[in-house]
């Protein structure tokens, strides 16, 4: 008997095997909550295999995680894709080179602020973070300082789920009682006060600088998302604390690597959220809309000063080659997603989207179970008095005809580029409604 194809089988029967077989983000084995079952995609809309909540198509609110910017099925990334396919999907990096690769480097060290212009080209966010540490953790090893081998972070951050990302993802938020004893022990400043707009506090900005200069002997880097801190709990914070962590950096020597995996290409309203702050890191970190959602691509950056302080070690060379390096047709959709990106006006599209969101969102501010409603860029938060009822949260969006995921205390929304006036309007609706189903039905049955 021949395997059956994809389509020969009922969507109750994939979910089924879904739930017996497959693996989904943070999830139970088997799975808990059934997940919806998406057929295709085009534009900004997700199509289901069959309806849920009388719903056919979701206009996707959340950009597949943050990273489809110019929404499904784009022509210009259709095409690079498909054109990439004719030639070859994939070969090895060692030894071998081709030019979606060095289009994509060039391309990424000319827009990125000041001199990051050596590119490694990995294969996940979470992989660029650990090959960020690496490459700073082997700074110092060269340069005959080994002891430096420890990180500073904020809390609240989100750095990815392998392991030294992990050590420096928020140790309340994160898994760090699991793990404690397993995960390297960072060190941690008090999360950075909030407010993009909020102006700088004195003792906190004290507080940066006496704990990197207390422990500049054995750091090697401080590693912080700027601007927003995204899956760490969708805080927002001055630009002016990334100016004073690249003073107290360079004052104490200590490397600064952004990670701007969920930030970078115009989320925040700058292409790079570093631009805000008017900073350059030693070594920045881009992922997610690098590809425009299509493929998992992301990319390490750093400067020459870095480059150049690994190759003077008894170690010279950086050892990291995942197999799947700079793979071509992940490169290819990356060059043109950002090309088409470079080529509009993402910025007034960022702006229509975020007073978009001002407008819709203004309706939660103030109700029942609502802390807080924050808006920068195109993100869009509704954070609540405790934790969302998941599954009441998403039925209500669904109802509005919305895909969104909440997670702890948030309601947010983080649209594609391409989402019309009308869908934002519609996201913003089914926010404010999830919000509210989300919130009732966590004061019915109390914290979890
Ligand atoms: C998503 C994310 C990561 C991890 O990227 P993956 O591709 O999921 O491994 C790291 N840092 C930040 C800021 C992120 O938002």
Not at 21 to 44: C, K, Q
Not at 214 to 231: D, F, K, N, S, T
Not at 401 to 412: A, C, E, H, Q
């Amino acid at each position: 008997m021949p395997e059956r194809g994809p389509r020969d089988r009922s969507p109750a029967e994939l979910l089924a095997l879904d739930r017996r077989h497959v693996w989904h983000p943070y999830g139970p084995m088997p799975g808990r909550d059934a997940p919806l079952l998406v057929e295709s995609a085009a534009g900004v809309r997700l199509r289901l295999a069959e309806p849920v909540e009388g719903r056919h198509e979701l206009v996707d609110g959340m950009s597949s995680w943050w990273s489809a910017i110019h929404g499904y099925r784009h022509p210009v990334l259709d095409e690079a894709a498909s054109g990439q396919l004719g030639r070859m999907s994939h070969v090895m990096f060692g030894g071998l080179t081709h030019e979606p690769a060095v289009r994509l480097a060039k391309r990424l060290a000319d827009l990125a602020p000041g001199d990051l212009e050596h590119v490694f080209l990995a294969d996940s966010g979470s992989v660029s973070v650990e090959v960020a540490l690496k490459m700073c953790l082997q700074y110092w090893r060269s340069a005959g300082r080994p002891e430096k081998q420890r990180l500073l972070t904020w809390r609240g951050g989100y750095h990815g789920d392998t392991w030294n990302p992990m050590s420096v993802c928020d140790p309340d938020g994160g898994m760090h009682d699991l793990w404690s004893g397993v995960l390297p022990r960072q060190v941690f400043a008090d999360a950075p006060p909030p407010g993009f707009d909020a102006e700088p506090d004195p003792a906190y900005v004290r507080h940066l600088w006496e704990l990197i200069a207390r422990h500049a002997g054995e750091l090697a880097a401080v590693i912080v998302e700027p601007v927003v801190q995204g899956a760490g709990g969708m805080r927002f914070h001055s630009p002016a604390y990334l100016r004073v962590l690249r003073e107290a950096c360079d004052a104490h020597g200590v490397l600064l690597v952004l990670d701007e995996i969920a930030t970078g290409f115009g989320r925040t309203g700058a292409l790079f959220a570093a631009e805000h702050a008017g900073i350059t890191p030693d070594v920045l970190c881009l992922g997610k809309a690098l590809t425009g959602g299509y493929l998992t691509m992301a990319a390490t950056l750093c400067t020459p000063r870095v480059a150049e302080g690994i190759s003077r070690g008894e170690v010279p060379v950086l050892a990291h080659g995942p197999t799947f390096m700079a793979n071509p047709l992940a490169a290819a959709v990356a060059d043109a997603s950002v090309g088409l990106l470079l080529e509009q006006d993402w910025a007034g599209e960022v702006k229509r989207i975020e007073s978009g969101l001002r407008d819709g969102l203004a309706a939660a501010a103030g109700r029942p179970g609502v802390r807080d409603v924050r808006v920068l860029g195109a993100i869009g938060v509704v954070q609540l008095d405790g934790p969302v009822d998941m599954a009441a949260a998403t039925r209500a969006a669904v109802r509005h005809g919305v895909w969104l995921r909440p997670f702890r205390d948030m309601v947010y929304t983080m649209p594609p580029y391409v989402t019309g006036d009308e869908d934002v309007a519609r996201i913003a609706t089914a926010v404010c409604a999830a919000a509210e189903a989300g919130a009732q039905a966590g004061a019915e049955t109390g914290p979890r």
